[in-house]
């Protein structure tokens, strides 16, 4: 079991930014690749963000150039660095965990691959 908690979720002004932060753990499976998730109102779960397990950073359309995505050595720290924020990105933002770690080249993949789900932190865009 991997045990994800995020914080780092509030409110932020249309052109502002945030910090979400993911502390992993409890993981008995070696390696495992991490990312995010986002739930807007009325939407379905969709992809933000993912780390391969050889380092690559992989973005939805949506967030790419405004979002940057990093971990640290040991794969239990995962941060979300949001810039130029839109009132769009106002979402529930969950950290997600993969065991094993699927090949993903260009996109994030479904959420029905990713095993370990944090309880998510919300995050606010006002225009």
């Known amino acids: 079991e991997v045990l994800l908690v995020e914080s780092g979720g509030g409110s932020a002004q249309s052109g502002g930014s945030l910090r979400l932060s993911c502390a992993a753990s409890g993981s008995t499976y070696g390696e495992y690749c991490l990312g995010w998730f986002r739930q807007r109102p009325g939407k379905e779960r969709e992809g933000v963000a993912h780390?391969?397990?050889?380092?690559?950073?992989i973005y939805s359309d949506s967030v790419k150039g405004r979002f940057t995505v990093s971990e640290n050595n040991a794969k239990t720290t995962l941060i979300l660095q949001m810039d130029s924020l839109r009132p769009e990105d106002t979402a529930m933002y969950y950290c997600?965990?993969?065991?094993?770690?699927?090949?993903?080249?260009?996109?994030?993949?479904?959420?029905?691959?990713?095993?370990?789900w944090g309880r998510g932190t919300q995050v606010t865009v006002t225009s």
């Open positions: 997600v965990g993969q065991w094993p770690c699927l090949p993903y080249t260009d996109s994030v993949g479904p959420d029905d691959e990713y095993n370990f």
């Open positions: 780390i391969t397990a050889t380092g690559k950073k």
